[in-house]
């Protein structure tokens, strides 16, 4: 969703449709659909993710009434980042730039990324997925088991990851960083990962190392960016041949880096290198000199060093961040709270002032993180912890700084009736 300057919303769903919230009505309209690719053709076991996946507004958007959408054409295996003009409640579909597209493999799942928004400077920031599938492959003796997919054996490209999240040259798995021109087009701009021209990189990317950046946002004072990073199944480390146990992540980007998918997870836990033929384990992976080996990456081979996570757990107890409970995990980030950006009647209190917002789709809890001045980690808490949450799926502070959610509900793949918008307002 996205909160326009009159507090109407736009809201896109999976499936194609677009609507609008209007807010002087308290009612929800149709404003368009899109035409996408939701679901295997091919194989109706397997649940394809992609679709309608992303909206924002231009930070202008009061002047030129620009919505940029990121989603998946039906007629072309591309996901696709377009700029459309909203016009009379209607996206208008003759008004479509196309940004920038990307091959993305189908009939396969997962991963999809699909965050947009603005950071300071009119800078764009667009997640991707890793466009990998995490389960075992059936009919095969030697499989993942929930750790990261490593296989680069012909015909077993999409059981790789390194094909696209340290694929220096490929922006999948990424987090990537552009400014908008007037005319659709855009530019590179400085302070980007591979700054150009470098040979078999995308000078789009900003961060690289991604799994499912499902949910991003953007300090609006400092530009540090955050997300909550979809981590992997394994329920128990396997040090000695495999690699840690899964960890679901919240991030923070100071600067363009590396964070290290599908060779490391959480704190650099490092997994081991794998023969899916054979079925043994090779070494670790080196944080010092990371390499990506695998036959289907086109990028460097050479890595930058990676970063580790800014908070991370497992299904399990975590000993380090014990506030997040335990259970599945959908990590999300949401914004950065600061109180002179917003009207004093209208915002939330000052206490929350420079605090980051994250949030959980699995354990349906939000969370306050407060920040050392350093930008370093300093504590959590519950936020509203007696309200039940169903599957918060997006959140973004309105320019009347409140808290707007928008929930998905209980059941997958489910017309959930637990679903909705929901604002929160602050009583004195």
Known sequence: MTVLPNLDILIVERRGQILLYKNDIKKIKPAGSLNVYWRTLKDSSVNAE???????????????????????????????????????????????????????????????????????????????????????????????????????????????????????????????????????????????????????????????????????????????????????????????????????????????????????????YAYHQYDYGAGTSGPSFDTSQPVNNSKNNTGIVQLPRPHPAFIWYPYDVSPDFPEVKTGGRTAMAGPVFYSDLYPAETRLPDYYNGKLF??????????????????????????????KFAAAIDMELGPDGKLYILEYGTGWFHKNKDSGLSRIDYKD
Not at 157 to 168: M, V
Not at 215 to 230: A, C, H, M, P, T
Not at 375 to 381: H, R
């Open 50 to 268: 992609e679709g309608l996946l992303g909206v924002c507004k231009d930070p202008n958007f009061a002047k030129n009434h620009w919505v940029y959408i990121f989603y998946s054409p039906a007629d072309t295996s591309v996901n696709r980042l377009s700029r459309f003009e909203l016009k009379n409640d209607t996206i208008d579909k003759g008004s479509e730039k196309i940004v920038l597209q990307f091959y993305s493999q189908r009939e396969i799942c997962c991963h999809t990324g699909g965050s947009i928004t603005f950071g300071p400077g009119n800078l764009l920031y667009l997640s991707t997925g890793d466009n990998s599938t995490p389960f075992d492959e059936p009919n095969q003796r030697y499989v993942s088991h929930g750790f990261a997919p490593l296989d680069d054996r012909p015909g077993h490209e999409h059981y790789d990851a390194r094909r696209t999240s340290s694929n220096s040259n490929d922006l999948r798995g990424k987090i990537i960083r552009i400014r908008i021109k007037d005319d659709g087009s855009y530019e590179i701009p400085g302070g980007n990962l591979f700054p150009g021209p470098q040979s078999r990189t995308k000078p789009e990317i900003y961060v690289m190392g991604n799994r499912n950046p499902y949910r991003i946002s953007v300090d609006q004072k400092n530009s540090f960016l955050y997300w909550g990073e979809v981590g992997p199944d394994a329920t128990k480390d396997s040090f000695e041949t495999r690699g840690p146990k899964g960890y679901d992540e919240i991030n923070q980007a100071r600067a363009a880096g590396y964070f290290g998918w599908p060779l490391f997870v959480g704190k650099n």
């Open 358 to 387: 994250i949030y959980e789709w699995m354990r349906n809890w939000i969370m306050a993180v407060s920040l050392q001045p350093d930008g370093d980690f300093y504590k959590m808490e519950p936020f509203m912890s007696k309200t």
